[in-house]
T-cell receptor, first 112, second 111 residues
Framework: DTGVSQNPRHKITKRGQNVTFRCDPI?????LYWYRQTLGQGPEFLTY????????KSRLLSDRFSAERPKGSFSTLEIQRTEQGDSAMYLC??????????FGQGTRLTVV | AQRVTQPEKLLSVFKGAPVELKCNYS??????LFWYVQYSRQRLQLLLR??SRESIKGFTADLNKGETSFHLKKPFAQEEDSAMYYC?????????????FGQGTTLQVKP
């Protein structure tokens, strides 16, 4: 599968713990996005990278959230001191200018 | 405010019946509109975008700027069309490509 890859697919963590997710975009795509999707809702934009630069962050991205994309390749999304409200599907997408966005299969986070 | 509204959470039709999934948007400017589909246990994928004006799997969507709508239509539904459908928009002077999604409509096609 040469599409967008996300790991892990599922993560169960205790409240207060830190978690980190990884996204590997399609190799030639310089743009990368993170979205969050809760039950019954559409995906909501979290943040956007062009190459290694994080160019936009949503207000949804609290101080407990941080994302990186070192060297403009893979990206990580870390959530510190997880809360039950963080339970959601975290989606990654990539594209390049004028090309459609391709989505990964997502990481489902459950905070217990 | 930028917003996409899909008024129906669930649309249930019989095989062979026409389908129309509604989408309305709020955006100041000229957005680009998309329909994404998610089949069971599969990732979100693009179905069609308004600028390409093509028909995919028999689906079409026309952008109506006067009514700010981008409804998805298919004349004869098939059982394999059963899925979750999301309308989305992208735009802005910076053209970051970020998508704003509606809440989604589940299409159920009964045999």
């Amino acid at each position: 599968d040469t599409g967008v890859s996300q790991n892990p697919r599922h993560k169960i963590t205790k409240r207060g713990q830190n978690v980190t997710f990884r996204c590997d975009p399609i190799s030639e795509h310089n743009r990368l996005y993170w979205y969050r999707q809760t039950l019954g809702q559409g995906p909501e934009f979290l943040t956007y990278f062009q190459n290694e630069a994080q160019l936009e962050k949503s207000r949804l991205l609290s101080d407990r959230f941080s994302a990186e994309r070192p060297k403009g390749s893979f990206s990580t999304l870390e959530i510190q001191r997880t809360e039950q409200g963080d339970s959601a599907m975290y989606l990654c997408a990539s594209n390049q200018l004028w090309v459609n966005a391709f989505f990964g299969q997502g990481t489902r986070l459950t905070v217990v | 405010a930028q917003r996409v509204t899909q008024p129906e959470k669930l649309l249930s039709v019989f095989k062979g019946a026409p389908v129309e999934l509604k989408c309305n948007y709020s955006y100041s400017g000229s957005p680009e509109l998309f329909w994404y589909v998610q089949y069971s246990r599969q990732r979100l994928q693009l179905l069609l975008r308004h600028i390409s004006r093509e028909s995919i799997k028999g689906f079409t969507a026309d952008l109506n700027k006067g009514e700010t709508s981008f409804h998805l239509k298919k004349p004869f539904a098939q059982e394999e069309d059963s899925a979750m459908y999301y309308c989305a928009l992208s735009g802005g002077s910076s053209n970051t490509g970020k998508l704003i999604f509606g809440q989604g409509t589940t299409l159920q096609v009964k045999p």
